[in-house]
């Protein structure tokens, strides 16, 4: 499987001729280096929650007209998007196959923030290898303890570095992948990544860090 980050916690997953891209969030489109209507074709788009860095609405307009995906969500992700009259199919738990790819959810509790709304977290297993958590280090995540791969936020306003590696210890991944850091510049992404890095390598787990938009890695 290839996998190529569009900045912060915008991933397209690619397998067996088949793509399903996550959360294409404002922070991805900020800046213009991502740019909704070049993106590769599209099959499945997914949502993992209710929130502006995960859930952008102008990208996945341009997106819906460019390649008509099928989109995936909770039902709070189906309520959101029902304002825009976008059609979404709502999946909140168990699991389901979209074509190439098998999608186990789990609905999960978003990391404490400041705010009077929290939503709910949908994490998924894809493949039964790949864990996307969302936002969320919750313990009910333990059941895909030593999954092959690992989508870790490494940066983000509700997230303490010493609270991202206990998870990543806890998961016991053969390898994490970071996510989550658009907020911060190339230079210090690569430093907080680096750090991750050393401390996963003395516990025999692998670190993909990827900064440069569009870097991709295959699994």
Known sequence: MKITKYLHSCLLLEHENERLLFDPGSFS????????????????????????????????????????PEIIGNQEVADRLQRDAIEVTVFDEGKRQFGAFQLEALPVAHQPILSEKV?????????GTILNPGD????????????????????????????AFEFMKRMEPKAVFAVHDGYAKPYFVEARQKNYRAYLEELGIGFHGLVEMGESITI
Do not use: W
């Open 119 to 127: 939503p709910t977290v949908t994490a998924f297993l894809i493949n």
């Open 136 to 163: 969320s280090f919750s313990d009910d995540l333990l059941r895909f303890k030593g999954c092959e791969l690992l989508f870790c936020p490494i940066m983000a306003p509700f997230l303490k570095e010493v609270e």
């Open 29 to 68: 489109f900020a800046n213009g280096e991502v740019n909704a209507a070049e993106l590769p074709d599209i099959d499945y788009l997914v949502i993992t929650h209710d929130h502006p860095d995960h859930l952008y609405g102008p990208a996945i307009r341009t997106i819906i007209a460019s390649h008509q």
